[in-house]
């Protein structure tokens, strides 16, 4: 809520400063404000528009993308633009035997562009991962960005397929099509 708050500051004060401008004459706070009304704009949708995304998600005991890493259970919390996941790695099908655990401590965008699926309206993220831990240890000296595809429907927490040549690693390469055997439920 503290970028919410932010945003909204902003924008009083841009709306407030342009007003006290020397240019007046093509500034008209009222009629801006008139524009929102009549375009049915909220203030409080368009900060709250990815607020449904904000939770805990939970995938269980389950074999990892890559069979070598054994077993995993991945979870996810998103709240605002903080975006974590632990990763924690098993030896057994039961998830007892513990490998170690993978803390991705993230940033989450939402730059407004989706795409249709099968499963409902995708939206575009782009995620800035700003630390990585394995068992509470740094393993990486610089942040990197992915870009995915995030969807939910229902309790159901989905992201992009990046199997192939989209593979998240650029814009560019962005999934386009929602991984549909990875799925985190709502906790």
Known sequence: MLINSALRAW?????????????NDNFDAAELGNDLLETGTDL?????????FNGNFLRGCSLADDPANGFEINEVAIQGDS???TVSQFADAQCTLLNG??????????PGDTVDTPLGVADFIDITVDSLTL?????IDNSF???????L???????????GEFDGETRETRPVEIDEDFVLMRV
């Open 11 to 23: 924008l009083v004060s841009t709306v407030l400063l342009a007003g006290c401008t020397g240019d």
């Open 153 to 163: 429907d229902g309790n159901n927490l989905l992201f992009g397929d990046d199997s």
């Open 145 to 151: 960005e992915d870009f995915d595809l995030i969807l």
């Open 101 to 110: 655990v993978f803390v991705f401590d993230s940033t989450l965008v939402f």
């Open 44 to 52: 409080d949708d368009i900060l709250d528009a990815n607020s449904q």
């Open 83 to 85: 975006f974590v996941t």
């Open 135 to 139: 068992n509470g240890e740094s393993v």
